[in-house]
């Protein structure tokens, strides 16, 4: 009978060898295990002599496949960083429709490297692939990942693996992506527009101030023969006159303000501050609290529904939420389950979650079905989504326009200012003159 040595932890992070007689790599994987360990690394004894010279070896534990990608990642720019949440979701969409089919997962991967385009997520998934083949599971591969791969990604799939049903999690985690990066896009195209006329204003404004607005100055100096101009019209001169004679001096302001409020972000009165803004201010705030409350219900609920304890699934919905305020109300939720209590009584304290939604979980609650409940939460509110972005994207247009209009109405307004002073004095003069 063959014998296989093995590298595996404890529960508290301590390495552990040995040697197993057994009959084949997979039985030594079930007996580490079943000793209450994690195996890291498991090969047979005889092929670990035959390839211990060869340097082209593929390696079999998570620490040789992790030391191969840093060496990648250093050779080769642009291999290390973040692959972009629709890359990552059409390759789960992939990996599911391939394992639901009945490919091997192992299998599955090997072929989703070989087509995969992005070098970053290409030489990520050839790790998982080595880990696997290496005794790890498929969570213990993606944990290694924590940039790309999140808690709510690893867990679920954790869950999918212990239940036997890794093929259902990774259609309902294809789907919760797909359906987020749904969200987020509408989200996006919806705010291109005010943005882009925001721009349009601020050059319109550039150009008026640097060039058009100097040359009325030289106009109105002999104009008005020594009287003062109006006072709005000295308002905007002075204005024009500070960023042309000081762009520099401006323009580092601006950077200064900009750098002030990233670093008051970092900060948690700031954050909180800002998140609370985000959900309260007007137009967009509504957008923002719809979209904050899909997330939570549809990821609370689909943790829990893929076999993620409850107070694990709530731990991992405070950390994505992506909101310091629906992040806090979570926590509360998290405090009352551990006690025993509900969770609508922290929903209803946090002021952001609306009786409709507060209404439903407690029904879900008491009928035993809050994950189903949950996403059908989601996926109302998914709709309400849709028409608040509308409903936004409606008001933003004529808000936009006006503000545009104001701004260069204003300017022209006080250019015309000394002609109209000067067309009165004209007028005056000539009654003058009549008159004697």
Excluded: W
Excluded at 2 to 31: C, F, H, W
Excluded at 281 to 299: D, L, N, Y
């Amino acid at each position: 009978m063959p014998k296989y040595s093995y590298v595996a932890m404890d529960s508290r992070g301590k390495e552990t060898k040995g040697t197993l007689e057994v009959a084949s790599q997979n039985e030594a994987i079930t007996r580490v295990k079943e000793m209450g360990y994690f195996p890291t690394k498991i090969v047979e004894v005889d092929k670990t002599k035959e390839k211990g010279d060869k340097k082209g070896a593929k390696p079999t534990a998570k620490g040789g496949a992790k030391k191969g990608a840093k060496g990648i990642q250093i050779k080769i720019p642009g291999f290390s960083g973040r692959v972009k949440s629709k890359v990552l979701t059409t390759f789960t969409r992939q990996l599911a429709t391939l394992v639901d089919a009945g490919l091997p997962l192992l299998r599955g991967l090997r072929v989703l490297e070989k087509q995969e385009k992005n070098p970053t997520l290409k030489n990520i998934i050839g790790e998982l692939a080595l880990s696997i083949e290496g005794g790890s599971t498929f969570s213990e591969g993606l944990a290694q990942h924590p940039k790309i791969f999140n808690r709510l990604y690893v867990n679920m799939v954790k869950a999918g693996e212990l239940g036997g049903v890794l093929e259902v999690v990774l259609n309902r985690l294809s789907e919760f992506m797909e359906k987020a990066q749904k969200i987020k896009g509408k989200v996006i195209a919806a705010m291109f527009y005010p943005v882009a006329v925001l721009v349009v204003a601020v050059v319109i404004m550039a150009v008026l101030m640097v060039y058009v607005i100097p040359q009325f100055k030289s106009v109105f100096e002999g104009m008005l023969n020594g009287e003062q101009l109006p006072a709005f019209t000295r308002l905007v001169l002075g204005i024009s006159d500070a960023v042309k004679d000081h762009f520099l001096i401006v323009a580092a302001g601006l950077i200064v303000v900009g750098i002030c409020f990233m670093f008051a972000l970092k900060t948690t009165l700031g954050r909180r501050i800002f998140d609370k803004f985000k959900l309260k201010m007007p137009v967009v705030g509504p957008v923002v609290t719809k979209v904050a409350i899909s997330r939570f219900t549809r990821t609370l609920g689909t943790l829990v529904s893929s076999g993620v304890p409850i107070l694990q699934a709530l731990m991992i919905v405070k950390e994505t939420s992506g909101n310091v305020i629906v992040g806090s109300a979570v926590a509360a939720i998290h405090e009352s389950v551990k006690e025993g209590e509900t969770i609508t009584a922290p929903l209803e304290a946090s002021n952001v979650f609306p009786p409709m939604v507060i209404s439903m979980v407690d029904v879900g609650e008491q009928t035993g079905a809050l994950p189903e409940m949950l996403l059908k939460i989601a996926d109302n509110y998914d709709e309400e989504v849709d028409n608040a972005v509308a409903a936004m994207t409606s008001l933003l247009e004529p808000i936009m326009i006006v503000f545009l209009a104001v701004v260069v109405g204003s300017i022209v307004i006080a250019m015309f200012l000394p002609l109209i002073a000067l067309m009165n004095g004209i007028d005056s003069t000539d009654k003058k003159g009549s008159g004697d």
